[in-house]
């Protein structure tokens, strides 16, 4: 019901026009597109956005728009900025604002020309559909506050988004999701679990968030089959993805970053259940390089010269996740299989002991393929790995364990 009644009140922002369309030669700018948990002392990404902005002395304007209480949330986040340099200062447009007028703050020429003067902006964590909300009128336009966001990003400026405000940067975002087991049993649906975002990255790249830690590639697939999206970058936590103005995609930060390739996937409509063949997924590590429009990886000069090399030694054992979508299970397992002779590695998705539908599952096949590519550094030990190739079907756990 509460579902229900969110979508309905915001039946206009969903019908919002396409806000990818840009000019006919691109932003100028930058994009940080963090995975959430960004720690106060997370050197490089901080320091990343400031001189993004413009160095020392950068004016960043801060929304907390998506929090449940902006002014706190606000004010942490202008801190953290200025102990890195910046001259943050908060823009107090939000839905949760008190004693304020959202609808009246986004259309305000005096806010529009403080973010304009900016030389970057950056989205807080929080509810991503208040951002929208926010920013978006009624009948789907841009505000006079997003239009100058665009401005700032057009001639030059970052706009940097964390969690909620990472989701925000594709056409495309999750609105109201379900479960990543539940979005694998009963998909999306266009203004339930999706609606539109702001689309600074493009219509071409789908965006997530808090990605490996909470399995939700799992999710984004179905996503993108359901928008028609070929590629998706899922960012991790404490993580950004640098995207310039060439969209060149480098990773800074602890972690790293998901790149999921469906241009040769298909499904099997005369399966039940939700199915996938021949997506293909690539762990992008710190450092790495990604050209979003040639698809060319460069590795970081740490794994330069460490491409993975098959050889005698490795090993040989059945390799197996009980929980593919647990706490980073997908990498550890990508990581099992370059390590292994074996080809092709197994996980298992449930929907959990208190489930009312405990014998249903998927298997997620992982195989290395001719184009499968690892590289690893040596200190610390990482690895980059390229091109795995993914199939998903579901799998009924009950009729497996009876045919025993």
């Known amino acids: 019901m509460r579902m229900a009644i969110k979508f309905l009140v915001?039946?206009?922002?969903?019908?919002?026009?396409?806000?990818?369309?840009?000019?006919?030669?691109?932003?100028k700018g930058s994009l940080v597109i963090i995975g959430g948990g960004l720690r106060a002392d997370n050197d490089a990404v901080w320091q990343r956005i400031v001189q993004l902005a413009?160095?020392?002395?950068?004016?960043?304007?801060?929304?907390?728009?998506?929090?449940a209480d902006p002014a706190p949330v606000a004010a942490a986040i202008v801190d953290s900025l200025?102990?890195?340099?910046?001259?943050?200062?908060?823009?107090?447009?939000?839905?949760?604002?008190?004693?304020?007028d959202f609808r009246k703050a986004a259309d305000d020429p005096l806010l529009a020309d403080a973010v304009r003067g900016a030389g970057g902006v950056f989205f807080s964590g929080g509810d991503q559909a208040r951002i929208t909300q926010a920013l978006v009128r009624a009948d789907g336009s841009r505000s006079a506050v997003l239009e100058a966001v665009w401005d700032v990003y057009r001639k030059g400026g970052v706009v940097a988004g964390n969690s909620a405000g990472a989701?925000?940067?594709?056409?495309?975002?999750?609105?109201?999701?379900k479960t990543v087991f539940a979005t694998l049993r009963g998909g999306v649906t266009d203004g339930q679990e999706i609606a539109p975002?702001?689309?600074?990255?493009?219509?071409?790249?789908?965006v997530d968030q808090h990605f490996l830690v909470r399995g939700r590639f799992a999710r984004m697939i179905p996503a993108m089959l359901k928008k028609g999206y070929k590629f998706g970058l899922g960012i991790d936590e404490n993580t950004a993805m640098v995207v310039d103005?060439?969209?060149?995609?480098?990773?800074?930060?602890?972690?790293?970053?998901?790149?999921?390739d469906l241009s040769r996937a298909s499904t099997d409509p005369a399966r039940a259940g939700f199915n996938v063949s021949n997506a293909v997924i690539s762990y992008l590590d710190q450092g790495d390089l990604y050209d979003l429009n040639t698809h060319a990886f460069t590795p970081s000069a740490a794994k330069a010269g460490g491409r993975i090399a098959p050889h005698k030694d490795l090993a040989a054992d059945p390799v197996f996740s009980p929980d593919i979508l647990g706490r980073n299970a997908l990498v550890q397992l990508m990581e099992s299989l370059m390590n292994n002779r074996?080809?092709?590695?197994?996980?298992i998705a449930t929907s959990g002991p208190g489930s009312t539908l405990p014998e249903l599952g998927f298997q997620?096949?992982?195989s290395k393929t001719r184009d499968s590519v690892g590289y690893a550094s040596a200190a610390p030990a990482s690895y980059s790995i390229l091109n795995m190739r993914l199939d998903i079907r579901p799998l009924d756990i009950g009729q497996s364990l009876r045919a025993q």
């Open 10 to 27: 915001h039946a206009a922002l969903l019908l919002a026009l396409p806000f990818s369309v840009m000019a006919a030669d691109g932003p």
């Open 54 to 67: 413009g160095g020392q002395g950068a004016r960043i304007a801060v929304f907390a728009s998506a929090a």
């Open 364 to 366: 997620f096949t992982l």
């Open 167 to 177: 989701a925000v940067m594709s056409s495309t975002m999750f609105y109201a999701p």
């Open 342 to 347: 074996r080809s092709e590695a197994i996980g």
């Open 82 to 100: 200025n102990r890195y340099g910046a001259d943050a200062f908060q823009i107090p447009l939000a839905v949760k604002l008190a004693d304020s």
């Open 245 to 260: 103005p060439q969209r060149r995609v480098e990773i800074v930060g602890s972690k790293g970053a998901l790149l999921v």
């Open 197 to 206: 975002g702001l689309g600074f990255i493009g219509d071409d790249v789908f």
